[in-house]
């Protein structure tokens, strides 16, 4: 059993993983502004509090886990302030540099992506913290991220856009390998991790891969709708407008197979999105 601090932790992600934790017999705090939940259960420790004006002593912790670090300094500030044996921060596939080369893998190298402006220029920022302290830690490199309560417009949007009958329209030809996780399978992840204290970076991907229009196609079939697919070559790659759908036309998935040396499984794409569309998304 664990002493676990985690920082953030009230969006999407967050309660799966104090879920998890709690289910793993672990003592959990938590500490954020509080603007999303301030009540949580009896059994977790909810400190309210805003990272960017500093840490107040929390005490002595084995893991911490760092949800919502965006730049280096506030990864540095944790280091700094916080006691702990253990980090795991909350990164992103989007941190790796671009390239031609695929799968990525997690010796691939950190840098400039330009489709991911400041969040990977931010992200690249708290890996180099990470590696250049002296402390032990982990880094989770997840891909597009999927599931009930996303707070991000994706499967919302391409599912209201099927229901309603109204065109989807893909950036460039639509053709982008793209790779998925769902927001449980990341904090199965993590907590894996965080109760071995298993250091290095690890992608979080599942095993499928499939194109953007593959995926509106299958999301169309789960919906039991025809979908209208028009293409947009104005909005290929870089360019790309998120408000017109929310996912890149450019290739994007990693190798997962150092992740599932810890022992860690993907259910097929196609099935769990079924299961989160009639659990959840049905009802939108």
Known sequence: MQNILII????????????????????????????????????????????????????????????????????????????????????????????????????????????????????????????????????ARPVYILGPKNYLARESFIYAKIKNGLPIILPGNGQALTQFVFAEEVAEAIAGIAENKTEGAFNIAGDDIITLKGLVEEMAKIAGKEPKIKYNPGTDGEKFNEDEFPFANENFFCSNKKIKGLGMNFAPFQKTLKEDYENFYRFL
């Open 8 to 139: 953030g932790g009230s969006n999407f992600i967050g309660p799966h993983i104090i879920r998890n934790l709690l289910n793993r017999g672990h003592n959990i705090a938590v500490f954020n502004r509080g603007r999303t939940q301030k009540k949580y259960p009896k059994e977790i420790r909810f400190i309210q509090g805003d990272r960017n004006s500093g840490f107040p002593n929390l005490g002595h912790f084995q893991t911490i886990i760092d949800m919502c670090a965006y730049k280096g300094y506030q990864t540095e500030r944790a280091l700094s302030e916080l006691s702990f044996d253990f980090f795991i921060h909350m990164g992103t596939a989007a941190a790796y540099k671009k390239t031609e080369i695929f799968p990525l893998t997690e010796e691939s190298p950190l840098g400039e992506w330009p489709l991911w402006g400041k969040y990977n220029k931010g992200k690249v920022e708290c890996e180099e913290a990470l590696i250049n302290s002296d402390v032990k830690f982990a880094t």
